[in-house]
Structure formats: structure tokens, C-alpha cells
């Protein structure tokens, strides 16, 4: 007797359905689904609640956190000059982050129930709905969790002066990350670079998506060897 196929229902809660794909996971998200409106997470209103962040969100909470942070080096002695360098330190390594967390976590291939679960809650969502707008930032009390170690692995490798500014560095780049992903999907450049990159980012989602995984910039695909070809014919998942 074969086994039925699981199917998963769309009109129904997703994240405890999608891990019941199985091998099946992968293939179905990503073939994207194309609407503004995104799908139930959970029944649970409550946790339905923490999964939606608005855009702005972003930069509301967490600009105020760098100002403190630069505040600090600068109450500890730091020259201006340093305090400049420290902060486009803090935003290039968050690029290197952003990087990496894109094709290391976010692109890993799972075929568990839970492997399944926990992927599509990271970051499978958005590549099967693409233009959610309430799911494109990440959520305010996950970034607070994850920034405990950041702050940590910051304060190991630099002095008790430098570390505020290189961590709100860091930051700022997040905030620039999240805010440039959600104006790529949603937003209507009109400038060259704002085109292309638009273009970038959306190839990766629809055309090619094992390629281009920086956000904010093309940077580390070229050193990485991850840049999409132009000419590449066919979408690869």
C-alpha cells in the first residue's frame, strides 16, 4: 500500500502542517506564493501576534540603542575619529553576518518534522510568501535574544572603550539590512543602484536561489563565489 502524499492546506495554520512535507519540504517552498496577504501561522492568537512586525518597528526601536551605544564609547574617551572607524567596522562585519546567516542557516536543507518546523519559521516562510510585509523585518524580541551574544563576542575582541560604538555599528547595519529588505520588496527604486539591487534580491527569490545571498550588498557573493550569472536560464532551488 503507498502511502498518501501530504499536502499541505493553506487555509489553515501552517507551521505545525509544513514539517509533515517531509523531503517534499524544500521543492514546495520555493515555488512562491505571490500576495500581499500572508498566510495563519498558528492558531493561538497570541503567538500568531509575535509573528507579525510592522517595517518601521525596526528603526524605532533599535536606532535609539545605537545612539546609546556611540554615547558610551564617547563618555569612555573615544576620539571621533575612532569612533567613525568603528562604526563602519560594525556595519561591514554585519554585512559578513548577514551573509552568513542568509546561505549557512537560512538556506540549510532539512527533511525533519521539526527541521522542517523551525526552517520554515526562520526563514522558509518568506521565500514561499515573498511579499508578506508583516514577516519581512525580524521580530524585536528575537533580535534582543540574539543580540546577547553579539554584545559578548564584541566585548571579547575589543577594549571596554571601543566596544559600544563597534556593537551599535553592528547594529546600525542590522537596521539598514532590515529596512533595505523590506524597501527591495515593497518599495519602487528609481535610482540605478536601488534597480539593480532590487533586481538582485528578487532573482534569488524567483529565479536562481542557492546564489546572491547578501541583501544590502553583492559583496560577499563575489569574494564567496555565490554571484548569480545574469545569463543562468533556469531557476535552481
Known sequence: MVAQEFT??????????????????????????????????FQNEILEFLTRTVWWAVPVIWL??????????????????????????????????EYTLHRFVFHIETKSYWGNTLHYLLHGCHHKHPMDGLRLVFPPAATAILCLPFWNLVKLISSPTLAPALFGGGLLGY????????????????RKHGINLKRYHLNHHFRIQNKGFGITSSLWDIIFG????????????
Open 8 to 41: 499541505v492546506d493553506l487555509k489553515k495554520p501552517l507551521v505545525f502542517q509544513v514539517g509533515h512535507l517531509e523531503e517534499a519540504y524544500r521543492e514546495w517552498v520555493h515555488q512562491p506564493i505571490v500576495s500581499k496577504e500572508g498566510p495563519r501561522f
Open 64 to 97: 535609539p540603542v545605537v545612539c546609546w551605544c556611540l554615547a558610551m564609547s564617547v563618555q569612555r574617551g573615544i576620539t571621533l575619529p575612532l569612533l567613525s572607524l568603528m562604526v563602519v567596522t560594525g556595519i561591514l562585519l554585519w554585512t559578513l553576518t
Open 175 to 190: 537596521v539598514i539590512y532590515d529596512c533595505t529588505h523590506y524597501y527591495l520588496h515593497h518599495g519602487q527604486p528609481t
Open 226 to 237: 555565490t554571484l548569480p550569472s545574469k545569463k543562468s536560464p533556469s531557476k535552481t532551488t
